[in-house]
C-alpha cells in the first residue's frame, strides 16, 4: 500500500531496525504519548491494532501532535531515545524508505515533502524524524479505507462462501445498496519471506513459481489477513492451505450438485432468444482467436471464469443450439449476429470486459422476461459466444 502513517512508521522500524512491533509503537507514540500535557497511556493492544490499521492515532495524540507547542520536546525525544538506538546506516535507509512512501502517497502535501528531502539531503536526522513522525500521528490516515468489492475479487469470495475461512467472519456488507469489502485478497504462500522463513514454508509446501495464481490466493476478514502478513509463520501457512483445499472442494461439490439445474436453465435460456424474430444476419468474426488471446491481464479471473464454462457447458450448449434450430436458418449463427451487434455497441460505448459480460448476460435476461435465477444460464451462454468470437478481438 502507498500509505504514509503510524502503521508504515512501525512496520519500517520493525524491518529497517530489528524493533519489535510492540518496541517500534512505543518509540514511536511516546514521542507525544509522554508530553506532561497529554499523557496518553501507550498499551500492546494499541501498537497491535494501530499496526493492523485497526484504529487511527488516539485523539490526544493526534492534537497535540499537530500543535506548535509540541516541537521543542519533539527534538529532544528524538535526539534522546530516537537517534541513540539507531545506527547511522538505519538512519539513512529508514529516513530514505520514508521519504519514498511520503512521495507515494498522493495525499501528502508537497510543502512536508520538500521540508523533509531537505531535511534529508542535509543529513539533518533529527529534524527529519521529528517531522515525519510528527506528521505521520497527527494526519491519521492509518484505517484501511472502505472500499467496494471489486469484480475479480468475486471468484475468492464465492469459493469462501463469503465468510473468513480463519474466524468465519462476514466479507463484505451492503452500505446504502452498495457492497462495500472487509477483506483482503492474500497470497498464501508470503512475498518477501526471511531466508530461514523460506526454508521452513517449502518444506510444506513449495513455493509457486507465481505467486500470482489462484491456487496461491486466498480472502480473509481484514484481521485475519493483516495478522498473517505482518507475522507469517509456517504453521499459519500449513493452516491456510489446508483452509484453501477445504473450501474449494466445497466450490467443486457446489458446481457439480448444481450442473443438472443450471442444464435445464440454459435449455430455457437458449429456448427463449432462439426466437424466428431473433435477429437479422451480420458476417460473423472471420478471425478465430482463443481465449487467452481475448481477454486483457486485468480480466484475468473472468477469463478463468469463462475458460472454466466453456470446458464444462460449450458441447451442451452448442448442442442445444442445433435441437432448436428452424426452418432454413441457422438459429445460433443469428443470435450470435445479433449478440455480435450488442457487444460492438457496448464497446464503443467504452464498457470494460467485465461490464460487457454483465450487460449482455442481463439483456439476454431482461429482453427474454426471465427470472433472476437464469442469471448463471445467461452468463454461460454469454461464454458460449465469447468461444465463437462473437464477443471479444484480440486483446491489445
Avoid at 476478514?221 to 498473517?228: H, L, M, S, V
Avoid at 435477429?279 to 478465430?288: I, R
Amino acid at each position: 500500500m502507498n500509505d504514509y502513517n503510524i502503521s508504515f512508521l512501525i512496520q519500517e522500524l520493525i524491518k529497517g531496525a530489528a524493533f519489535t512491533q510492540i518496541a517500534a509503537g512505543e518509540l514511536l507514540l511516546n514521542m507525544v504519548a509522554q508530553h506532561p500535557n497529554v499523557n496518553v497511556d501507550v498499551n500492546k493492544k494499541m501498537i497491535s491494532r494501530l499496526a493492523n490499521r485497526q484504529d487511527e492515532v488516539q485523539s490526544a495524540i493526534q492534537s497535540a501532535a499537530g500543535s506548535q507547542a509540541i516541537l521543542g520536546y519533539a527534538e529532544n525525544y528524538v535526539k534522546e531515545k530516537i537517534i541513540p538506538v539507531l545506527s547511522l546506516i538505519a538512519q539513512t535507509q529508514i529516513a530514505s524508505d520514508i521519504l519514498a512512501q511520503m512521495k507515494r502517497d498522493t495525499s501528502v502535501p508537497d510543502k512536508i515533502i520538500s521540508n523533509c528531502e531537505m531535511q534529508y539531503q542535509n543529513t539533518d536526522y533529527v529534524g527529519f524524524f521529528r517531522d515525519a513522525i510528527l506528521f505521520a500521528l497527527g494526519r491519521g490516515h492509518n484505517t484501511l479505507p472502505e472500499a467496494e468489492v471489486k469484480s475479480d475479487d468475486f471468484y475468492y469470495l464465492t469459493e469462501a462462501d463469503s465468510r473468513c475461512p480463519h474466524c468465519g467472519n462476514r466479507l463484505w456488507k451492503k452500505v446504502n445498496g452498495k457492497v462495500r469489502n472487509q477483506y483482503r485478497i492474500i497470497h498464501i504462500y508470503p512475498e518477501d519471506l526471511e531466508k530461514d522463513q523460506e526454508a521452513e514454508f517449502v518444506k510444506i509446501k513449495p513455493r509457486p513459481i507465481q505467486l500470482d495464481v489462484p491456487e496461491n490466493k486466498i480472502a480473509l476478514c481484514q484481521d485475519c489477513a493483516e495478522e498473517y502478513l505482518m507475522d507469517p509463520t509456517a504453521e499459519e501457512y500449513q493452516s491456510l492451505l489446508e483452509k484453501k483445499q477445504e473450501i474449494s472442494r466445497h466450490t467443486k461439490e457446489r458446481e457439480i450438485s448444481s450442473k443438472s439445474n443450471l442444464e435445464d436453465e440454459i435449455v430455457d435460456v437458449i429456448k427463449a432468444i432462439a426466437q424466428p424474430d431473433a435477429g437479422k444476419g451480420m458476417p460473423p468474426f472471420a478471425q478465430v482467436l482463443s481465449l487467452d488471446e481475448k481477454f486483457k491481464p486485468e480480466f484475468s479471473t473472468l477469463k478463468r471464469t469463462v475458460t472454466g464454462w466453456v470446458n464444462d457447458f460449450y458441447p451442451f450448449v452448442e448442442k442445444q443450439f442445433s435441437i432448436n434450430d428452424t426452418n432454413s436458418a441457422n438459429t445460433s449463427d443469428l443470435i450470435r449476429a445479433e449478440v455480435n451487434t450488442i457487444y460492438l455497441q457496448y464497446k464503443k460505448l467504452g464498457m470494460n470486459q467485465q461490464e460487457i459480460c454483465d450487460s449482455i448476460a442481463n439483456w439476454m435476461l431482461n429482453k427474454n422476461g426471465l427470472d433472476t435465477q437464469y442469471k448463471t444460464a445467461c452468463y454461460i451462454v454469454v461464454a458460449f459466444f465469447i468461444q465463437n468470437c462473437a464477443i471479444f478481438e484480440a486483446a491489445s
